[in-house]
Nanobody, 124 residues
Framework: QVQLVESGGGLVQAGGSLRLSCAAS????????MGWFRQAPGKEREFVAA????????HYADSVKGRFTISRDNAKNTVYLQINSLKPEDTAVYYC?????????????????WGQGTQVTVSS
């Protein structure tokens, strides 16, 4: 099994930055990829970004390009999401997820492993 644990969320003012972390443990899937999703109050969960473990290929939702950066540290089995210029509309629970697919994907259904989520709240 794979366990994913997110950290780094919190309350920040608009314009600030946060770095979310997702530590993976258990069975590894080095040919797969990791993704970040978010779910705002009253909304469906949406794709944010993904990165492939091997090679570091990334993919972003159009809505976050330029402000969000996903990265990974293979030695630490950890994926990061750097969020800059935070906006109140970024307020959401952020989830990391893992897929054994050998390509980055934005499709929620293709992610098999999920973390418990970390809350990000942006005040105006």
């Amino acid at each position: 099994q794979v366990q994913l644990v997110e950290s780094g969320g919190g309350l920040v003012q608009a314009g600030g930055s946060l770095r979310l972390s997702c530590a993976a443990s258990g069975r590894t899937f080095s040919d797969g990829a990791m993704g970040w999703f978010r779910q705002a109050p009253g909304k469906e969960r949406e794709f944010v970004a993904a990165v492939k473990w091997s090679g570091g290929i990334t993919h972003y939702a159009d809505s976050v390009k330029g402000r969000f950066t996903i990265s990974r540290d293979n030695a630490k089995n950890t994926v990061y999401l750097q969020i800059n210029s935070l906006k109140p509309e970024d307020t959401a629970v952020y989830y990391c997820a893992g897929t054994t697919k050998t390509r980055v994907t934005s499709l929620e259904a293709e992610y098999r492993y999920w973390g418990q989520g970390t809350q990000v709240t942006v005040s105006s």
